[in-house]
């Protein structure tokens, strides 16, 4: 070791500040560090970053903590750590950002019950992230928490500008407000709520102007929340997958203008579809796996011309599925697999305008000849038809056109595929695939084109 590695700012993982050389910041997270802490870290008095996540520390949160006065930023997200969260983290009242969060169910991992989230989050006025991930938040009789008595992240700038606007502090307190809308802060619920008593939806949503990253209950009615949710102006990604949530999706949805994701999939959602004309900026929707019905219909999508991905795959919709769909001008990714749509699919323009690089129309009862449209989606990438009822005879050849083509589904349906070669590059020419699905497509020979496919994974040619 040379004379020059003993200071600290040449360690990895360690921050300095430039004028006095002091430890502001220390990274120790995913180095597999097991066992406690060593009582010397509470002696870096100035430290203002830490972040230990990714470990195996196995023990409480050390109560020294509390000592760490100058942090602004406490990562200890699956560090290990169990039990109950210790008061003195409420002493860091310079936190920005506190994360606890764990992406295991652990038997023993972290509650806050005494104290619980209201007396944890007293004094930390200066939160703009919160992430408490797989906490078990219970109230100290043991029921689930009143959310009113817990003071959420942003609700501590809503607080204070009231404070400050009585005391005739308005300036710093514009400014706060603008930091948060600008960071957007992120208020993560947690997964355990009882389903049997779940918690009335707290009334203090209904005054922020933040992102609500996700909010995970058990067999409730989104009607329920709706109304509040759907007060939050500002909400800008609404995460609410895997829920259990029941009923149809409520018609107030289409007050939050400034969303840009929304993500209902994994719930048990009916009835039919409302429009989805909310924002002019949604760029990504899923209501993957629910039990939604009947059509969709160009209404739903005419002036959401900014949508990257749509997913409402394996639902119970129906009927034609609109030509437009095709023609968003920004839409990347297209899954209506596992529904019920049927009729004839229509030739839709602009073509050479489409950035669409999947498509997957898999398992319903679509009918009639593949549209030429689709081999002249340059950006297509995979295109899934199998499992459906088309019919009539597509030449293979055709896409050729497509070169980043790295899935091509045709199976399962009452297609002839004809995979002989009329040109100079037909087959010869054909993009180099991954997987290539051409189970019972009333093939006439081998095809000898798959002698230069070097790149295939999958391959299935079976019922021919």
Same mark, same amino acid.
């Given at each position: 070791?040379?004379?020059?590695?003993?200071?600290?700012?040449?360690?990895?993982? =360690?921050?300095?500040?430039?004028?006095?050389?002091?430890?502001?910041?220390?990274?120790? %997270?995913?180095?597999?560090?097991?066992?406690?802490?060593?009582? %010397?870290?509470? $002696?870096?008095?100035?430290?203002?970053?830490?972040?230990?996540?990714?470990?195996?520390?196995?023990?409480?949160?050390?109560?020294?903590?509390?000592?760490?006065?100058?942090?602004?930023?406490? $990562?200890? %997200?699956?560090?290990?750590? !169990?039990?109950?969260?210790?008061?003195? =983290?409420?002493?860091?009242?310079?936190?920005?950002?506190?994360?606890?969060?764990?992406?295991?169910?652990?038997?023993?991992?972290?509650?806050?019950?005494?104290?619980?989230?209201?007396?944890?989050?007293?004094?930390?006025?200066?939160?703009?992230?919160?992430?408490?991930?797989?906490?078990?938040?219970?109230?100290?009789?043991?029921?689930?928490?009143?959310?009113? +008595?817990?003071?959420?992240?942003?609700?501590?700038?809503?607080?204070?500008?009231?404070?400050?606007?009585?005391?005739?502090?308005?300036?710093?307190?514009?400014?706060?407000?603008?930091? !948060?809308?600008?960071?957007?802060?992120?208020?993560?619920?947690?997964?355990?709520?009882?389903?049997?008593?779940?918690?009335?939806?707290?009334?203090?949503?209904?005054?922020?102007?933040?992102?609500?990253?996700?909010?995970?209950?058990?067999?409730?009615?989104?009607?329920?929340?709706?109304?509040?949710?759907?007060?939050?102006?500002?909400?800008?990604?609404?995460?609410?997958?895997?829920?259990?949530?029941?009923?149809?999706?409520? *018609?107030?949805?289409?007050?939050?203008?400034?969303? =840009?994701?929304?993500?209902?999939?994994?719930?048990?959602? %009916?009835?039919?579809?409302?429009?989805?004309?909310?924002?002019?900026?949604?760029?990504?929707?899923?209501?993957?796996?629910?039990?939604?019905?009947?059509?969709?219909?160009?209404?739903?999508?005419?002036?959401?011309?900014?949508?990257?991905?749509? $997913?409402?795959?394996?639902?119970?919709?129906?009927?034609? *599925?609109?030509?437009?769909?095709?023609?968003?001008?920004?839409?990347?990714?297209?899954?209506? +697999?596992?529904?019920?749509?049927?009729?004839?699919?229509?030739?839709?323009? $602009? *073509?050479?305008?489409?950035?669409?690089?999947?498509?997957?129309?898999?398992?319903?009862?679509?009918?009639?000849?593949?549209?030429?449209?689709?081999?002249?989606?340059?950006?297509?990438?995979?295109?899934?038809?199998?499992?459906?009822?088309?019919?009539?005879?597509?030449?293979?050849?055709?896409?050729?056109?497509?070169?980043?083509?790295?899935?091509?589904?045709?199976?399962?349906?009452?297609?002839? *595929?004809?995979?002989?070669?009329?040109?100079?590059?037909?087959?010869?020419?054909?993009?180099?695939?991954?997987?290539?699905?051409?189970?019972?497509?009333?093939?006439?020979?081998?095809?000898?084109?798959?002698?230069?496919?070097?790149?295939?994974?999958?391959?299935?040619?079976?019922?021919?």
């Amino acid at each position: 070791m040379e004379h020059g590695d003993i200071h600290p700012f040449r360690w990895n993982g =360690v921050t300095c500040n430039e004028g006095r050389g002091r430890v502001i910041g220390l990274d120790l %997270s995913q180095e597999f560090i097991t066992g406690g802490l060593t009582s %010397s870290l509470f $002696n870096i008095q100035y430290l203002q970053n830490l972040n230990l996540a990714h470990n195996d520390f196995g023990s409480l949160i050390p109560s020294k903590f509390g000592l760490l006065k100058n942090l602004r930023y406490l $990562n200890l %997200s699956n560090a290990g750590f !169990v039990g109950q969260v210790p008061i003195e =983290v409420a002493l860091l009242t310079n936190l920005a950002t506190l994360d606890l969060s764990t992406s295991f169910t652990l038997q023993h991992g972290l509650k806050l019950e005494k104290p619980n989230i209201g007396m944890l989050m007293k004094n930390l006025t200066e939160i703009i992230e919160l992430y408490l991930d797989g906490v078990m938040i219970v109230e100290q009789s043991g029921r689930p928490p009143n959310w009113e +008595s817990g003071i959420a992240t942003v609700h501590h700038y809503h607080q204070q500008q009231q404070k400050r606007h009585a005391t005739g502090e308005q300036t710093k307190t514009s400014q706060r407000r603008r930091i !948060v809308r600008e960071q957007r802060a992120f208020s993560t619920f947690p997964h355990h709520v009882d389903s049997n008593d779940p918690p009335t939806p707290p009334r203090f949503l209904a005054t922020t102007a933040a992102s609500l990253h996700s909010y995970h209950s058990y067999n409730i009615e989104l009607h329920r929340y709706a109304g509040t949710i759907s007060n939050l102006k500002q909400l800008a990604i609404v995460d609410l997958s895997n829920c259990q949530f029941n009923g149809t999706l409520p *018609v107030s949805l289409s007050r939050l203008t400034q969303l =840009v994701h929304l993500d209902l999939s994994f719930n048990n959602f %009916s009835g039919p579809l409302p429009s989805l004309n909310m924002s002019n900026d949604l760029k990504y929707l899923s209501l993957f796996r629910n039990t939604l019905t009947g059509p969709i219909t160009s209404t739903h999508w005419n002036k959401l011309l900014n949508l990257i991905s749509i $997913n409402v795959g394996d639902n119970s919709f129906s009927g034609k *599925v609109p030509s437009t769909l095709f023609t968003l001008p920004s839409l990347q990714e297209l899954i209506l +697999s596992h529904n019920g749509f049927d009729g004839m699919l229509d030739e839709f323009p $602009n *073509v050479s305008l489409s950035n669409l690089q999947t498509i997957d129309l898999n398992n319903n009862k679509l009918q009639g000849p593949i549209p030429l449209s689709f081999i002249h989606l340059k950006c297509l990438g995979y295109l899934l038809f199998s499992s459906n009822q088309f019919n009539g005879t597509t030449r293979l050849e055709l896409f050729h056109r497509l070169q980043y083509l790295q899935t091509l589904g045709l199976s399962h349906n009452n297609l002839s *595929v004809d995979i002989t070669s009329s040109g100079n590059h037909g087959l010869s020419a054909f993009p180099n695939m991954t997987n290539l699905l051409l189970a019972d497509c009333k093939l006439k020979k081998f095809p000898s084109f798959l002698k230069n496919q070097s790149r295939l994974v999958s391959l299935d040619l079976s019922n021919n």
